[in-house]
């Protein structure tokens, strides 16, 4: 018989798109860290909307949450997946990441976040809230390491 108190929750899907945002700079390569809306340091991600692509919606995350307006996506780094529960309805989550270079310094963080910064990638390594996410920052940041190196032996060739 059906027991009313055990009835079954359904999992919803919720699909998002984000980045690992550098910029090249004399000193070095700087990644992009947001402070979310628990104040805790992140990478800007955000929802797909209708008709969206996945690329599509990293970019306008990152621009809408920063401010940065060029933006030039670089590569894959692949997916985070979570449960997590809102409003006691449980949600399995899939967030896409890109390496994403950005040709803009400036700054203006949205009222969705409490702060946005330009850091070392040995600082971005450091401060990275959420456990999951580490993975995704640490191949990025082995794959700007090879994309300056590629772009040095290009220049060495010539």
Not at 85 to 109: G, W
Request: net charge positive.
């Amino acid at each position: 018989m059906n027991n009313p108190s055990r009835t079954k929750n359904k999992i919803n899907l919720e699909i998002s798109a984000g980045g690992v945002v550098f910029r090249k700079e004399k000193g070095g390569i700087k990644i992009l860290l947001i402070k979310d809306s628990y104040g805790r340091w992140a990478l800007p991600k955000g929802k797909i909307e209708k008709e969206e692509t996945i690329i599509s919606t990293a970019l306008r995350e990152i621009r809408e949450e920063t401010g940065l307006k060029k933006l030039n996506p670089i590569d894959s780094l692949g997916q985070v997946k979570y449960f997590y529960r809102l409003n006691s309805q449980l949600i399995f989550k899939v967030v896409h990441y890109f390496l994403v270079e950005s040709l803009s310094k400036k700054l203006a963080p949205n009222e969705e976040i409490q702060d946005a910064q330009w850091v070392s990638e040995e600082e971005a390594l450091k401060r990275i809230a959420y456990r999951n996410t580490y993975p995704i920052l640490k191949k990025a940041c082995q794959k700007i390491k090879e994309t300056k190196k590629e772009s040095k032996d290009e220049k060495e060739s010539r």
